[in-house]
């Protein structure tokens, strides 16, 4: 069984959609920031840095989002989160992982404006795609989607300013399995930092 992790809404968000996606069984351990649940002995043995996702497998702690989406598509390929046999674009997926990992994550906590100069370049490279792999639906998705997500609840961006995100947090917010996640995690409770 999987052992899922989870602040409501914060980085964990996105293996708990990818989880949904999968459809296997998983076991969700909510946190909260204000609890100091992270900072606990038994957390931390998890997970050193005292953050989440954590993602627990054969008994195995898992961590960083890219890394847990990226063992969650190899680990259940019938769900099609990675492409297969396609090295350009589990390449591209890839280059998507750590663009969203190093530069759109952090830009939040940089102001609305440096925020707004980051979002404006995933904008443009996702450009009128359907996907961030073109016709493919995968885990850059999924991750691109959850800052996407908390940057809109967070930062309020004006309508419009972002049009390619706008349009695919519409395609991603009518998936079952983002909607399953969103209700569960609304369900437990939202304490994020602003």
């Known amino acids: ?3 899922l992790y989870v602040v409501p809404g914060a980085s964990s968000m996105a293996p708990h959609i990818a ?3 999968i459809g296997t069984a998983f076991e969700v351990v909510p ?3 204000a609890s100091g649940a992270l900072r ?3 957390f931390l043995a998890l997970n050193p840095e005292g953050k989440v996702p954590v993602l627990l497998a054969e008994d195995r702690p898992l961590t960083e989002v ?3 989406l990226f063992y969650l598509a190899r680990r259940f390929p019938d769900a099609v989160l990675l492409p297969d046999n396609d090295i350009e674009a589990e ?3 890839l280059s998507w992982m750590s663009f969203i990992a190093a530069t759109v994550h952090p830009a939040r906590r940089q102001g609305l404006e440096h925020a707004k100069t980051i979002y404006a370049i995933a904008d443009q490279r996702l450009g009128a795609r359907r996907w961030a792999l073109g016709d493919r639906y995968s885990i850059a998705d999924i991750h691109l989607f959850r800052l996407y997500w908390r940057f809109v609840h967070s930062l309020k961006p004006a309508p419009g300013t972002f049009p390619n995100l706008d349009a695919h947090y519409a395609r991603m917010m009518a998936r079952p399995a983002v909607q399953k996640t969103i209700a569960a995690e609304a369900a437990i409770g939202y304490d994020l930092p602003a």
């Open 1 to 3: 069984m999987l052992t």
């Open 19 to 21: 989880l949904h996606e």
């Open 31 to 33: 946190l909260t920031f």
């Open 40 to 42: 606990r002995p038994d």
């Open 66 to 68: 890219a890394a847990i």
């Open 91 to 93: 390449a591209q997926a």
